[in-house]
């Protein structure tokens, strides 16, 4: 099934000023957000991008209004249907203007087991060269490459979410990362 996509980065078409584009993503937590907000001051980039916005794409779908409703809940049942264990994301780099990571194979098994999932209920993903980032402002580009402290924390919930242009993040749903194998509680005597 082919799903609708519009935005300069996914098909070509020209993004609008009422964009309400989706996407699967994972958030930093709030303590780690203000880290990244700190390196932003730190480093001089602009603070105009509001830090509950935070996040690193795994998948963008498109405009959400040219989704059809029966298409939204595929995905919704693919991303339900994804058998994952929670994992530690590290960003160590600020690169142009997003913060990157050195060792992201955990994310990028997640993210391809993602689309693999949503492949197999027959949704047809966009172009989408998957990247591991947090941009951490949307001003002009400019060349960076700058070792920071890691930001680490542990990924435990994928995330659907409606970004409305110039108002924020609008959760539409969530799946918690479920260990596979619980604690042992072994005692010798």
Known sequence: MMIPTVGGHVSGQQARRDDQMLYLMIKPYAG??????????????SRQYAMDRFHMTLVPFGDIRLIPPQNLELIRRAAASLQAEPFEVTLNRIS???????RMQALRDFQRSLAARLEAFGIDLPDYAFKPHASLTYEEWRPRNILVSPISWQVRQLLLINSIHGKGHQLLDS????????CLDFDPH
């Not at 142009?96 to 050195?102: F, R």
């Open 175 to 182: 799946w918690n990362l479920e260990p596979r194998q619980g």
């Open 32 to 45: 780690q957000a203000a880290m990244m907000d700190g390196l932003r001051r730190t480093h001089g980039l």
């Open 96 to 102: 142009g203007n997003a913060l990157v990571g050195s």
